[in-house]
C-alpha cells in the first residue's frame, strides 16, 4: 500500500474524471466539495492496487460514488448527510444485526455499538473519527455495514469465547478457532509435505471450498452463496475434491520415493481419514488475529506521511 | 519491537500481510463479485485459510430474498437450465402434437370424402362422379352468378312463341323482373339486328318502350352470347360473344318459386344497368344479351339464380348465350346497385353451364369440377324452357350431343359451404368452398326431386329452397340433411 508512486497517477486520472464522478455522487447535495471528493477518491484509488490507467478508470467507473460520498460526507459529519443514512440504512443495519445475532437484544447491542463507531465517538486530536472514512466504495454500502457488523459479532465472541470456562469450551468446540497446531510427527512428514503440495496446486476457490466445508461445516447451499455460484456447483466441486485428492496425493507420494502400496498405506484409503488429512493441512493458521477495531486511525497517519 | 532485528521485521510483516484480514471493503466486493479476478484469487487465498473470514462472509450474506436479486438479474431467472428443459420438453410435445394432428387430418380427410362418394354418388349419381376438387379455397361469402344458359335458338325461338309475349326492351322487361312479388319474370332475350322485340313475360305491363337491341352472330355462328347487362364490376368481362346473327334469346322466367322468395338481386343490377346501356351501345357492341331475371328481394341475398336463356338465333348452331348475373353471397349486404362486397372466394356460372370460382374477387377465375370431366366446354348445348309459376311449363329440350354433361344453373354459397345445382335434378354440395363435392338427391315422401335446378336460396347455412323447372319448391331446414316439398 505504498502509494506515492501511483499517486501522482491515480492523481491525474481523478482529475480528469472528477466533475464526472462528482456529479453522478451528488455530492452537492451531501454538501462534499468538488476537493475534499477528490481528495477521497485519491485515497481510494491508490488503495485499490490497480496499476495502469485504463485499470484505474474501471475501478472508478465501477466504484460506486454516491454511496462513498454518502459515508464520507457521514463521516465529516454532514447531518444532512447522517440523516439520509439513517432513514436508508437504520432499519435495515438491525435487520442484519439480528440476522447475525440471531437474538433480539444482542442484535441491539451489536448494531448500538456499530452506530457509536459508525458516528464516531471516538476522537482523535479533538476530530471525530467515523468508521464510515473506511469505506471506500468497492462494495455496497449496505454490505459493508454488513460484513462490519459481522465482524464485529465475531470479535466480540472470539472475546466472550475466551472468558467462558474451558469445559464449557471443549463441549462446545472451538467453533471459531483454528485447531492447535498439532506437532508435526516425524513420520508423517512426508504425507503432510505431499498433501500441502497438492493443495498448495489446487486454485483457492477449491481450497476455500475444502476449507469451508471440512472444517467450518457449512451447508452447500452457504457456500455457494458465498461463492455466488448455485449449490450443484459446489456439491460437483466437491465430489470432484474428494476424488481427485486421494489420487493426487498418492501421485505425490509416490513420486516421494514411496512404493504406491505404502502411500495408500499412508493414505489409509478412507474418505474420513483424507479429510483429517485435509483439515491439518488447511488449518494452517496458528493464533486468530482480531479484526482491526480502529483501522481508520491506524492508516490515518500512514496516509498522511 | 525495536529489538527484533530488521529481517525479522520485515518476517513478521510479510506474515502479518498474509494473515492481515482483508478489508470490509474487499469482503464485500467479494461477496457481491465485483472484484477483479486477481483480487478475487486474493481474498479466496486468504478466506481458504481464514476461518473467521469466511465466517465473516457467511454472516453477512444478504437475505435470501435480497441476495438472488443481487445475484442473479430477474431477466435471468427465466433462462435457468430447468425452466429451459421443461420448456425445450413442452414445446417437443406440443411439436409432434401439432404434426401429428395435421397428418391425421391430411389421411382422415380425403378418406372421408371417399366414403361419401361412394355412399352417396354411387346409388345416386345419375351421369356425375364426385370427386374432390383440388383447387383449395378459402372459405368466405362467395359471389355467384347466375348466368343465362345457352339454348339452341331454334329452339328458343320455339319457346319465344309460344311464351307468346313478347317483350318489346330489356329495360322494361327489367322492371318487370325488378317489380317484387311479380311473378312473371323474364330474362334477358338477345335481340337480332332489327329488331324483333316480343313480348316475353305474362305479368301485368308496364308501359313498354320500344327497344332494339342488335346482335350479331359470331362469325363461328354462335348467337351472340351477351353479357348481362347486370353483371357487376366484378364480373369477367369475356362473356361477350361477337355475334354476327341476330339472335334473339328469350329467357323465361322460372316460375312460382321466384316469386315467393324472391330471387337473386340480380335483376335489379340487370335494371339498372339495363338503363344505363343505351340500344346504341348494345348494339354497337354487336353483343346478345340475355338478361337474367331474378327477384331482387331476397333477403338473404344469398341466391343466385341461373335462368335458361333461350336464344333464338338465325345461326342453328349457336352454341350459348351467355349471361352473367353475378349475385353476391355476402348475406344481405347485396347492394342491388350491384355493387359487391368483395370477399375472398365468389361464385358463378359460366355460360356453359359450368360452375366457376373466384378467388380473388372476380378478377380470375377458374372452373371447378363437381365430377371431374363431365363438364366439358362446348359440348353444353341444352336449353331448357322453363316456366312461369302459373302459366308455363317449364319446357325442357335437349339436344345434347353427347352425354348428358351437367349444365349448372344456379349456385348459392354460404362461406365454405356450396350449393350448385343444375340439369336433371343434380345438385351438389360442397362445405369446403369447393374442394369436395358431394351429390345430393332431395326427396321427400318418396318422391325425388325432378327436373332442372333453376333456383337455389339458402338464407343461411341450414335453410335452403330450391326452385325447379318444373315449378317445384323444395325446402330444407337442415343444411340438405332432409328436404320437404312444396
Known amino acids: 500500500m505504498s502509494s506515492l508512486k501511483p499517486n501522482s497517477a491515480v492523481q491525474s486520472v481523478v482529475n480528469e474524471m472528477l466533475a464526472e464522478l462528482h456529479a453522478k455522487a451528488g455530492c452537492e447535495r451531501l454538501g462534499l466539495s468538488r476537493v475534499s471528493f477528490s481528495t477521497i477518491l485519491c485515497e481510494v484509488g491508490a488503495k485499490c492496487g490497480a496499476s495502469s490507467e485504463t485499470e484505474l478508470r474501471s475501478f472508478f467507473l465501477y466504484l460506486r460514488v454516491d454511496e462513498l460520498a454518502l459515508a464520507r460526507a457521514c463521516a465529516a459529519g454532514e447531518n444532512s448527510a447522517w440523516e439520509l443514512f439513517l432513514t436508508k440504512y437504520r432499519e435495515r443495519l438491525y435487520l442484519s444485526a439480528l440476522r447475525i ?14 452506530y457509536a463507531d459508525l458516528y464516531g465517538t471516538a476522537t482523535r486530536d479533538g476530530q471525530r473519527v467515523s468508521k464510515l472514512a473506511s469505506y471506500t466504495g468497492r462494495g455496497s454500502l449496505e454490505g459493508w455495514l454488513r460484513t462490519v457488523l459481522a465482524q464485529e459479532y465475531v470479535n466480540r465472541y472470539r472475546r466472550t469465547k475466551r472468558l467462558v470456562s474451558l469445559e464449557e469450551e471443549s463441549e462446545e468446540g472451538a ?27 489446487l486454485p483457492p476457490e477449491d481450497r476455500m471450498v475444502l476449507s469451508a466445508y471440512y472444517l467450518d461445516g457449512r451447508t452447500l447451499a452457504e457456500i455457494a452463496r458465498m461463492l455466488g455460484v448455485h449449490e450443484s456447483t459446489i456439491s460437483r466441486k466437491l465430489d470432484k475434491l474428494a476424488k481427485s485428492l486421494r489420487k493426487q496425493i498418492v501421485a505425490a507420494l509416490t513420486k516421494g520415493g514411496m512404493s504406491r502400496r505404502q502411500a495408500e498405506e499412508a493414505l489409509e484409503v478412507d474418505v474420513r481419514d483424507l479429510k483429517v488429512d485435509i ?15 480502529k483501522r481508520v486511525e491506524a492508516r490515518v497517519p500512514e496516509g498522511e506521511g | 519491537m525495536e529489538t ?50 469466511r465466517q465473516v462472509v457467511a454472516l453477512a450474506l444478504p437475505a435470501e430474498e435480497s441476495s438472488r436479486l443481487v445475484v442473479r438479474p430477474l431477466p435471468g431467472k427465466w433462462l435457468t437450465w430447468p425452466r429451459l428443459r421443461w420448456g425445450m420438453i413442452a414445446a417437443g410435445v406440443i411439436v409432434v402434437g401439432s404434426f401429428g394432428a395435421l397428418r391425421y387430418r391430411a389421411i382422415s380427410h380425403p378418406g372421408l370424402a371417399g366414403f361419401e362418394k361412394s355412399s352417396q354418388a354411387a346409388p345416386m349419381a345419375k351421369e356425375a362422379k364426385i370427386q374432390p376438387e383440388p383447387l383449395a379455397a378459402p372459405p368466405a361469402r362467395s359471389q355467384r352468378k347466375a348466368e343465362a344458359i345457352p339454348t339452341p335458338l331454334g329452339e328458343a325461338a320455339g319457346l319465344v312463341a309460344r311464351s307468346g309475349k313478347e317483350s318489346d326492351s330489356l329495360e322494361e322487361l327489367a322492371k318487370l323482373q325488378a317489380a317484387p312479388g311479380d311473378k312473371n319474370r323474364w330474362v334477358g332475350r338477345a335481340v337480332g339486328g332489327p329488331l324483333h322485340p316480343r313480348t316475353l313475360s305474362h305479368g301485368p305491363k308496364p308501359p313498354v318502350q320500344p327497344w332494339q337491341q342488335k346482335m350479331m352472330a359470331n362469325s363461328d355462328n354462335n348467337s351472340g352470347a351477351l353479357p348481362s347487362p347486370a353483371s357487376p364490376p366484378a ?15 328469350t329467357a323465361p322466367a322460372p316460375a312460382s318459386g321466384i316469386g315467393n322468395s324472391g330471387g337473386a338481386q340480380v335483376s335489379l343490377d340487370q335494371k339498372t344497368l339495363n338503363k344505363a346501356q343505351s340500344q346504341d351501345t348494345l348494339a354497337l357492341n354487336g353483343r346478345s344479351m340475355t338478361s337474367l331475371v331474378p327477384s331482387n328481394d331476397n333477403p338473404g341475398g344469398e341466391v343466385a339464380r341461373a335462368k335458361p336463356a333461350e336464344t333464338t338465333a338465325n345461326a342453328p348452331q349457336s352454341q350459348t348465350a351467355q349471361a352473367y348475373a353475378v349475385a353476391s353471397a355476402e348475406g344481405s349486404n347485396f347492394s342491388p346497385s350491384g355493387s359487391l362486397v368483395a370477399e375472398s372466394s365468389h361464385w358463378a356460372i359460366t355460360p356453359l353451364g359450368g360452375l366457376e370460382r373466384s378467388l380473388d374477387q372476380g378478377k ?8 371431374g370431366g363431365a363438364e366439358m366446354p362446348g359440348a353444353v348445348n341444352r336449353q331448357s324452357a322453363l316456366k312461369d309459376s302459373q302459366a308455363r ?24 359451404d356450396v350449393w350448385a345445382g343444375g340439369s336433371e335434378a343434380n345438385l351438389y354440395h360442397s362445405t369446403d368452398s369447393g374442394q369436395h363435392w358431394v351429390k345430393v338427391v332431395p326427396s321427400w315422401r318418396g318422391i325425388e326431386l325432378s327436373g332442372d335446378i333453376v333456383s337455389l336460396q339458402f338464407a343461411d347455412v341450414r335453410n335452403g329452397r330450391i326452385v325447379t323447372s318444373s315449378a317445384e319448391i323444395w325446402t330444407t331446414p337442415d343444411n340438405g340433411q332432409t328436404w320437404a316439398k312444396q
Open chain 2, 235 to 249: 364480373a369477367p368481362p369475356p362473356f361477350a360473344r361477337e355475334a354476327n346473327n341476330i339472335s334473339i334469346v
Open chain 2, 393 to 416: 311449363v317449364a319446357a325442357k329440350q335437349r339436344t345434347d350431343r353427347k352425354p348428358k354433361p351437367i349444365v349448372f344453373r344456379a349456385v348459392a354459397a354460404n362461406g365454405p
Open chain 1, 279 to 293: 483439515r491439518r493441512s488447511l488449518a494452517q493458521e496458528t493464533t486468530p488475529v482480531p479484526f482491526p477495531e
Open chain 2, 364 to 371: 380470375t377465375w377458374q372452373e371447378v369440377d363437381v365430377n
Open chain 2, 4 to 53: 527484533v532485528p530488521k529481517i525479522v521485521y520485515e518476517r513478521l510483516k510479510a506474515r502479518a500481510l498474509t494473515v492481515d484480514h482483508p478489508d470490509p471493503d474487499l469482503l464485500t466486493a467479494f461477496s457481491e463479485r465485483s472484484l477483479p479476478r486477481q483480487e478475487r484469487d486474493g481474498v479466496l487465498e486468504h478466506l481458504a485459510r481464514c476461518g473467521e473470514c
Open chain 1, 101 to 114: 445475532a440471531r437474538e433480539d437484544s444482542a442484535a441491539r447491542e451489536l448494531a448500538d455499538s456499530l
Open chain 1, 175 to 201: 467453533q471459531f478457532r483454528a485447531p492447535d497446531p498439532e506437532p508435526v510427527n516425524a513420520a508423517d512428514n512426508r504425507l503432510n509435505r505431499a498433501t500441502d503440495q497438492v493443495l498448495a496446486e
